[in-house]
């Protein structure tokens, strides 16, 4: 069992950054594959960003790449997204996810809470 818990989100102006958290307890973190999704309103959740148990592999969804960062610290429990150059169709409720498997379509087995980001044009 894995639970996480987001932090991070906020307001923001368009063309500012944010860092996102993501905390998970439990001795396994490391066992875990790990990738953040977002919903925006009315929308769909969809698949934001992943990483491997070792942080050495990551991946990221088009509309992100290069300004997007993932990354984990396996001796503190915590996964990262570090977003620059943020844009208003970024707003949505971003999501950490957990996953047995470090694969593409990223399958998870356990979810976050959920933390809002909202830029503002």
């Known amino acids: 069992q894995v639970q996480l818990v987001e932090s991070g989100g906020g307001l923001v102006q368009a063309g500012g950054s944010l860092r996102l958290s993501c905390a998970a307890s439990?001795?396994?973190?490391?066992?875990?594959?790990m990738a953040w999704f977002r919903q925006a309103p009315g929308k769909e959740r969809e698949f934001v960003a992943a990483i491997d148990r070792s942080g050495g592999r990551s991946y990221y969804t088009d509309s992100v790449k290069g300004r997007f960062t993932i990354s984990r610290d396996n001796a503190k429990n915590t996964v990262y997204l570090q977003m620059n150059s943020l844009k208003p169709e970024d707003t949505a409720v971003y999501y950490c996810?957990?996953?047995?498997?470090?694969?593409?379509?990223?399958?998870?087995?356990?979810w976050g809470q959920g933390t809002q980001v909202t830029v503002s044009s």
């Open positions: 439990g001795r396994t973190f490391r066992e875990y594959a």
């Open positions: 996810a957990a996953g047995r498997v470090y694969d593409i379509p990223f399958t998870t087995d356990y």
